[in-house]
């Protein structure tokens, strides 16, 4: 039973043939979970748009769940000129627009990725977290729970302290339940990922 339908992941289907010269790349920062609600604004307006989707499947109550979630959570790729961007920005759904600096790699890149999920690769988004990196649980028993990478090599590792105490235990988890956080300050449940 699908949670969240696929939306639409590329228009026009020939997307990545476009000229860059008439069609150069843009990269939409958008708000917290609007990825399909631009690309539907811009399938509305025929803004050339890219919103690599994923599958996750999950389970409740004995019931089996789908939802398709973008690849890349807060971004989709878009084209055209001033004008397109223009029309873009008008859906008050973007935070801001991300220079490409390099369109030809960024065509290339993307053509790539477009090509492995139409082969039906199973896409699994891998964030990369470096020491220092500010990180927030997001799912499991330690939802919630906040802190920092202290190294990333061998299995990942979540510390919880009690500074009070000066004590810290240690369990083992998955990568994929970390996510980036912008770090302020916070009180009560703090943690740090090794």
Known sequence: MPILKRATE???????DLPLSRFPWWVAYVRSRQEKALARYLLFREVPFYLPQREHRIRRGGRSFVSYLPLFPGYVFFRGLALDRHVALRSDLIVKTLDVPDPGLLNRELSQLRALQESGASLIPCQRFSPGDAVR?????FQGYTGRVLRCKGGPRLVVSISLLRQSVAVDFEQDVLARFMERDEVGRSAIAS
Do not use: C, N
């Open 10 to 16: 590329v228009f026009p289907p020939d997307l990545f």
């Open 137 to 141: 649980i997001t799912h499991g028993p």
